[in-house]
C-alpha cells in the first residue's frame, strides 16, 4: 500500500517516466535510502598504476645496468669490449628475427613464394637462414650438463668458426672475408683442370674450340667476358657439364668455391649445388627489377662477395660493372642452363682487374 501511494503522487506531481526510485546507501544508517544514484568517486586505475610501477622499474633497471657498464669499462676494458660485442650481436640477430617474422607473415597474407619477394626480402631471408642454422649448431652441442662453458671458450677462441658476422668486429669481418675468399680460391684451379678434361666429350667441334679458348684465356691470367661464357651455353646445358652429368670431384670443387662443405655424398652435393644457384638466380632476377642503382655501396659489395669476387679490397665502381655484367649473364640463362651460372662464380671472378693474385 505505501508502495502505491508513492507510486501514484509521483505520477500525479508530473514526475517524468523512467525507474520510480533508486536504492541508495546512506553511511550511519542500516537501511537503504531513496534517491538518484551518485557518481563514483574512484579515478585511479589499475592500469595506469601498474604501467606507472613498471616504468619506474624500468628506468632503475636501466640505471643499474649503465653504472654496470661503466663499472666493466673502466676496471676490465678487454672483457668489457667482449660483453658489449656479444650485447650487440644478439640485438642484431633478435632485429634479424623479428624481420625475417614480418617478411614470413607478409607472404602468408599475400601468398608469395621466395621468388616473389623484394630483392632486400629476399637476401634477408636467405642470410638469416644460414646465420640461425649456425647459432641452432652452437645451440645443440651447449645441451649436455655444463657444456655451455666449453661452448664460450670455443667461441672466444674461434670466432670464425663458431660465430655468425653478428659477433664480429669490424677488423675480423675484413680478415675473416679475406680468409674465405683465400680458401674459396684454393678450389679454381682444380675447376678449371675438370673443365678442361671435359673439352675432349664435347661432341660440336665449335663448342670444343670456345671452351679451349676461354679455359686458356683463364689459364694466362686474363678475365673472360659475358661475350665469352655466353656461346658455350648449349655446352653448360647438356652433356658433359650439365649438372647432372658431373662427376664427384667436381662437385665436391664447385661445392668449396660456393661455400658449402664437400664432406657429402654425390647426390646432396647435385641437389645443394643446383638448390643454392638456384637461389642465386633468383635473387640475380629480383636485384634486375630493382636495379643496381638502388643499393648502396655495402650492398653492392656483399652482392659481388657472395657470388665469387673478391669484392672486399675492390672500388665501388670497378664491383659495379662487374655486378652489372653478372646480371646480364644471369638474367639471359634458364633454368636448364644453371651449370654455366655455377662455373662463372669462377670464371668471371679468378682473374678479375684489381683484385688480389
Given at each position: 500500500m505505501a508502495l502505491s501511494r508513492v507510486c501514484w503522487r509521483r505520477f500525479s506531481l508530473g514526475g517524468p517516466p523512467g525507474p520510480f526510485f533508486s536504492l541508495r546507501l546512506q553511511p550511519g544508517r542500516r537501511s537503504p535510502a531513496w534517491g538518484p544514484p551518485r557518481p563514483s568517486r574512484l579515478h585511479l586505475s589499475s592500469k595506469v598504476a601498474l604501467k606507472s610501477v613498471f616504468s619506474s622499474v624500468m628506468t632503475k633497471a636501466k640505471l643499474v645496468n649503465d653504472k654496470y657498464n661503466r663499472f666493466l669499462e673502466r676496471r676490465f676494458p678487454r672483457f668489457y669490449l667482449v660483453y658489449s660485442l656479444f650485447l650487440q650481436g644478439f640485438q642484431m640477430l633478435w632485429a634479424d628475427a623479428k624481420k625475417a617474422r614480418r617478411i614470413k607473415a607478409l607472404m602468408a597474407q599475400q601468398k608469395l613464394m621466395f621468388h616473389q619477394l623484394s630483392y632486400r626480402d629476399m637476401e634477408h631471408m636467405r642470410q638469416f637462414r644460414r646465420d640461425i642454422t649456425k647459432c641452432l649448431f652452437l645451440g645443440i652441442i651447449s645441451i649436455p650438463p655444463f657444456a655451455n662453458y666449453l661452448v664460450f671458450l670455443l667461441m672466444y677462441l674461434f670466432p670464425r668458426q663458431l660465430l655468425i658476422r653478428h659477433f664480429w668486429t669490424s677488423k675480423q669481418q675484413m680478415e675473416f672475408l679475406d680468409i674465405y675468399h683465400a680458401l674459396r680460391k684454393r678450389s679454381h684451379p682444380e675447376i678449371l683442370s675438370c673443365l678442361e678434361k671435359a673439352i675432349p666429350l664435347v661432341s660440336d667441334e665449335a663448342l670444343r674450340w670456345h671452351l679451349t679458348q676461354l679455359c686458356t684465356k683463364v689459364r694466362n691470367g686474363a678475365s673472360p667476358g659475358v661475350?665469352?661464357?655466353?656461346?658455350?651455353?648449349?655446352?653448360?646445358?647438356?652433356?658433359?657439364?650439365?649438372?647432372?652429368?658431373?662427376?664427384?670431384?667436381?662437385?665436391?670443387?664447385?661445392?668449396?668455391?660456393?661455400?658449402?662443405?664437400?664432406?657429402?655424398?654425390?647426390?646432396?652435393l647435385r641437389y645443394r649445388l643446383r638448390y643454392h644457384i638456384t637461389v642465386l638466380h633468383q635473387l640475380d632476377k629480383a636485384l634486375k627489377r630493382l636495379g643496381i642503382g638502388q643499393l648502396t655501396a655495402q650492398e653492392i659489395k656483399s652482392a659481388c662477395y657472395l657470388r665469387g669476387l673478391d669484392s672486399t679490397h675492390l672500388a665501388e665502381e670497378k664491383c659495379q660493372k662487374w655486378l652489372k655484367d653478372w646480371l646480364q649473364l644471369s638474367c639471359s640463362l634458364r633454368s636448364s642452363e644453371m651449370s654455366l651460372l655455377l662455373h662463372a662464380v669462377v670464371l668471371l671472378s679468378t682473374s678479375y682487374p684489381g683484385t688480389r693474385r
Open positions: 661475350h665469352d661464357l655466353q656461346p658455350l651455353k648449349e655446352c653448360f646445358s647438356d652433356y658433359p657439364l650439365n649438372m647432372v652429368y658431373l662427376s664427384t670431384a667436381h662437385m665436391k670443387a664447385l661445392s668449396r668455391a660456393m661455400f658449402l662443405t664437400p664432406h657429402l655424398p654425390s647426390v646432396l
